[in-house]
């Protein structure tokens, strides 16, 4: 019985091994056939003909277009300059003195004669009435010798030395005069005037500090260089007559000050390879501030049959500027253009496009050749530019 309970326990036990064999032997089976299936789906994904999937047609974009015009243009440079006066005077007295009265104020507008500073005066007058009494005097000896010398009464010496002393003290009143018209101190041009150095009081010497500094602010000089390429051209406009010119400064909300080309330098700064040319204006309003930059356009010429198209719609790439050409078909189609220059907002095309052609303007940044476009009026542009 014994032998018989010990062949059951053993049989059982063999049984239970091989269950757990077999289980394990399954498991591995279904784990070589997950990764096979795995294996074929990566060699199907990196083996088998690429698949399209089949895409609706793509909505038209819409856009603003312009006509491409032909037009007079004219052939502006712009650049930037800087406000100059014609004249500037470091007023100083030329004799010494003391300042008993000073008739201006700082920033004052002056013109030629006003009187600015007088000096005392009392001692140049009084040496002034001292040579004249002594000339009156000698002027009264050559009256009596004149008939003297005929008749012999007296040496033609004597009357010659008489008329000399008279044409001495002559000498010596208009010195004196001088030197006393020196005492008042009035404004050489017209101009305004900038901060008074010497006030009432001080004294001062001859060709030493300069009392006040008067600047002409009309007529008025701007100051700007031009490369040296663009001297041909201004040459020939300042042939033909006067060469206009717009200044205006930053902040100011008028109109561009007017005037015209006074004349360009002797020579060309090899350093920058640039011209300096001057501007002259009226500047009756003193709209123009000497030391003041502002900008400047120079206008050499009229071209009568320019071709031209709104500023926005040339684009530029890495390579090239291009437009985007709407044709009859509303499809887009770029092309590639060469910009002259622009001028207000309009662009001058040298090559590229043909009147009559029509260019978007607006939502172009959403068109490829061949796109499909939906023409809009400017009143209704898009806004997909500015959300793309």
């Known amino acids: 019985m014994l032998n018989h309970w010990r062949q059951r326990r053993f049989s059982g036990a063999g049984a239970a091994t091989l269950g757990k064999a077999e289980q394990k032997h ?47 243009m004219p052939v502006r440079l712009d650049t930037i300059g800087t406000v100059q006066t014609i004249a500037n005077v470091s007023v100083k007295s030329r004799i010494d003195g003391v300042i008993t009265d000073v008739l201006i104020q700082d920033g004052q507008y002056v013109k030629t004669g006003d009187v600015m500073f007088k000096l005392d005066d009392r001692a140049a007058k009084a040496q002034l009435e001292q040579y004249r009494a002594q000339l009156d005097n000698a002027k009264a000896d050559v009256a009596r010798y004149k008939p003297l010398v005929s008749q012999e009464f007296i040496s033609r010496q004597q009357y010659d030395t ?30 305004r005037v900038g901060t008074i150095t010497i006030k009432t009081g001080n004294s001062i010497k001859a060709n030493d500090v300069p009392l006040v500094t008067i600047n002409q602010v009309t007529p008025i000089y701007v100051g700007f260089t031009l490369p040296q390429s663009e001297l041909p051209g201004i040459r020939d406009a300042m042939h033909d007559g006067d060469v206009a010119v717009t200044a205006i400064a930053a902040g100011d909300s008028g109109a561009p000050v007017a005037g015209k080309i006074a004349f360009f330098d002797n020579t060309i700064d090899t350093n920058s390879g640039t011209i300096a040319v001057k501007a002259v204006f009226d ?16 206008t050499e010429r009229t071209d009568p049959d320019a071709i031209t198209v709104p500023q926005a719609a040339v684009l530029i790439g890495q390579n090239t500027t ?66 793309s």
Not at 35 to 49: D, K, N, Q, R, S
Not at 377 to 385: C, G
């Open 162 to 191: 008489a008329v000399a002393n008279q044409d001495m003290l002559q000498a010596q009143v208009d010195n004196f005069a001088a030197q006393l018209s020196y005492e008042t101190i009035t404004a050489p041009i017209d101009g």
């Open 26 to 72: 399954s498991l591995r089976r279904i784990v070589l056939i997950v990764a096979a299936l795995g294996v074929v789906a990566i060699a199907y994904e990196l083996l088998w003909p690429a698949r399209v999937a089949p895409v609706g047609a793509r909505p038209a974009v819409p856009v603003t277009v312009a006509a491409v015009a032909r037009q007079p």
């Open 283 to 298: 500047n009756a309003q003193e709209r123009l501030w000497p030391g003041e930059f502002v900008n400047v356009s120079v």
């Open 322 to 387: 291009y437009v985007y050409v709407i044709k009859d078909d509303s499809t887009a189609e770029m092309r590639p253009v060469k910009v002259a220059r622009t001028v207000d907002g309009i662009s001058v095309i040298a090559d590229g496009l043909n009147p009559g052609e029509r260019v978007a303007t607006d939502g172009q940044l959403r068109l490829t050749t061949g796109s499909r476009v939906d023409i809009r009026s400017s009143s209704d542009k898009p806004e997909t530019d500015s959300k």
